[in-house]
């Protein structure tokens, strides 16, 4: 019976997926393995293929600070290296076509859909997913401005919101223009119309954008100058 | 998706030895060919990494106009100040396309080379493409074409090309430059995409072992009057149904020159320049805008759900003139 079982912390819907990218990622390197292809022969095989530039290339990534050595077929995304090889879920899937931005990750400190970059083509770049913007018990103020306004309903999109509005404020304060910038030649104020246009790559089937809106205000306002 | 090479080249004669094997695909930011690749519509054997290679920089030439190389982000060329203070109109219409998470991938290169959104096309469900399946047919002429070409069609395909860089460079009389194994050359923007005729598979002139290195600006006679006027279905991220790139020279309240092109309405940027003739020479008249309207729609046809396409260009043409002339005013008042 179950409540015979010994006392242990309850298992957590997180934990479960992250045990279970443990235990499937086996394409997650140390950084002294040596750089051989691990796919499993196919059936009848009787020699290893050679290695050619289709099979599994090593690449290194600097995920949230963390050096990340991975081994990746070419026709690997960022995101589902991130989620399936480095074992991060907070990059979320969403059309995996560019068009949801639920996706959203910085590369080098710029806001990308990784659902459309090669892993292979970002080797040796610095990436920043959602766990590495805040803990929860430090959390960035853009996320804590979201919980503050309410700014999500079903939460999946929101790591796309909070990575894309994080990058909004610092391409506002570098005065960086967008498509309803009155006047290309003077600096930039964010409000309601300019964030809306600049968050326009990140869709929320549950419809909070005034909220996500209202966050974004409170966090651009607060934000120090460069 | 299928299984790819991959080739890191380190130079551009490197990527050009690479690009003569067949089933060679070049990749910059892989906005348009990786959601290719992923619906089964391009299917490389192997990808040219192609976004390390030098060129992702803006210079100025020795005439004056500007260099933009072909790997510059679109954002980062909306973003540059020579491109803000000289060439407004091709920031404005780099900052309509997409998103801003697209546009820090996406390069000026891969930005001409973008693919029809003509759903049929992007859909291998759909037997019928000639850009995709040459001598499939075109389920677009007799299916849901409201998002289809009123200019330049033929029997064989009504696609559109997406771009909205595309339709500033044209206006703004830029030119590209490649290079492949007999050298370098030059193409006109306005000559560079195709009209479809009998090969709706071949985009541009653009031949499959050459490289765009960079497209080449003009000195700009454009800075203050100019507007880029994108009609489409939402406010932002989508595909314009019809959009106009139009700016004006103007002299002493008369137009001494005038750049004008249309997207959204053809196989690629339209641009005629006896439209832009039109404007030149007079203080700009309603009379003269409804010429240059006339001109640069010159046999126009709808393919039924996309007749209101005529009319609705006629009068964003007509909007986009007027907020050009009226834009260039305020700045030089204030």
Redesign the interface.
């Known amino acids: 019976m179950s409540h015979d079982l010994p006392d242990r912390p309850a298992p957590t819907r997180r934990g479960f997926l992250q045990s279970a990218g443990a235990a499937t990622g086996a394409l997650t390197l140390g950084a002294a393995a040596p750089a051989v292809h691990p796919a499993p022969s196919p059936p009848g095989a009787t020699a290893p293929q050679a290695p ?3 099979t599994a ?1 090593p690449i290194a990534l600097t995920v949230n600070g963390a050096r990340h050595d991975l081994l990746v ?3 690997v ?1 960022l995101l589902d290296a991130l989620r399936e090889h480095a074992g991060l879920m907070g990059t979320k899937k969403g059309c ?3 068009q949801c ?1 639920a996706c ?1 990750v910085l590369v080098d400190g ?4 990784s659902c ?3 892993a ?2 970002q080797d040796g770049r610095a990436i920043t997913t959602i766990e590495g913007l805040g803990r929860p018990e430090a959390l960035h103020p853009m996320q804590a401005a979201f919980i503050e306004h309410d700014a999500f309903q079903c939460g999946y999109c929101t790591p796309g919101q909070i990575c ?1 509005a994080v ?2 404020v610092e ?1 506002a304060r570098a005065g ?4 309803v ?1 009155e ?3 003077r600096p930039v104020a964010l409000d309601e119309a300019e964030i ?3 968050m ?3 869709l929320c089937r549950c419809g909070a954008y005034p909220h996500i809106v209202q966050a974004v205000r409170v966090v651009a306002r607060i934000a120090p100058a460069a | ?8 080249p380190a130079s551009v004669d490197e990527a050009l030895r690479l690009a003569a094997q067949p089933g060679s695909a070049f ?1 910059g930011g ?2 348009n060919l ?2 290719l ?3 089964g519509v391009a299917r490389p054997l ?2 040219i ?1 192609i ?1 390390r290679l030098p060129g992702r920089e803006i210079a100025q030439r020795p005439d004056g106009g500007l260099r933009i190389g072909a790997g510059m982000a679109n ?1 980062d060329t ?2 540059h100040p020579l491109v ?2 000289r060439y ?1 109109l091709l ?2 219409a780099l ?2 396309g ?5 546009r ?2 996406a390069t000026v290169g891969g930005n001409l080379m973008q693919r029809t959104r003509c759903p049929y096309f992007y859909d291998p469900g759909f037997g019928a493409c000639n850009k995709r399946e040459p001598g499939s047919g075109c389920a677009a002429r007799g299916g849901f074409n409201r998002s289809h070409a009123i200019l330049g069609t033929s029997e064989a395909c009504i696609a559109t090309h997406p771009s909205d860089m595309c339709v500033a460079l044209a206006a703004l009389r830029a030119t590209v430059r490649v290079r492949g194994p007999q050298g370098e050359r030059s193409i006109a923007l306005a000559d560079f995409h195709r009209l479809p005729g009998r090969t709706p598979e071949r985009d541009t002139q653009l031949a499959p072992d050459e490289l765009i290195l960079s497209v080449d600006l003009p000195p700009s006679r454009f800075a203050r009057h100019h507007a880029y006027l994108k009609v489409r279905d939402r ?3 989508a595909f314009a149904l019809v959009s106009v790139a139009a700016a004006l020279d103007m002299r002493d309240g008369s137009v001494a020159d005038a750049a004008l092109a249309l997207g959204g309405v053809a196989h690629k940027p339209w641009r005629v320049p006896a439209a832009e003739q039109a404007l030149v020479g007079a203080p700009l008249s309603d009379e003269r805008i409804a010429a240059a309207g006339r001109l640069l729609l010159d046999g126009a046809r709808g393919m039924g759900h996309n007749d209101f396409k005529i009319e609705l260009a006629r009068r964003a043409i007509a909007r986009a003139l007027a907020d050009a002339r009226d834009r260039g005013a305020a ?1 030089s008042t ?1």
């Open positions: 050619t530039a289709k290339r077929e070419p026709r995304t995996d076509r560019g931005g959203t710029r806001r990308i859909n459309l970059a090669l292979v083509m894309s990058a909004l391409e960086q223009a967008s498509a910038t006047d290309l030649r809306r246009e600049r326009s790559g990140n | 998706m299928d299984n790819i090479a991959y080739e890191r990749i892989g906005t990786v959601d690749m992923k619906g192997r990808l990494d976004s954002s909306a973003q803000r203070e407004p920031s404005r900052l309509s997409a998103s801003p998470q697209l820090n991938m406010a932002s991220y700045a204030a």
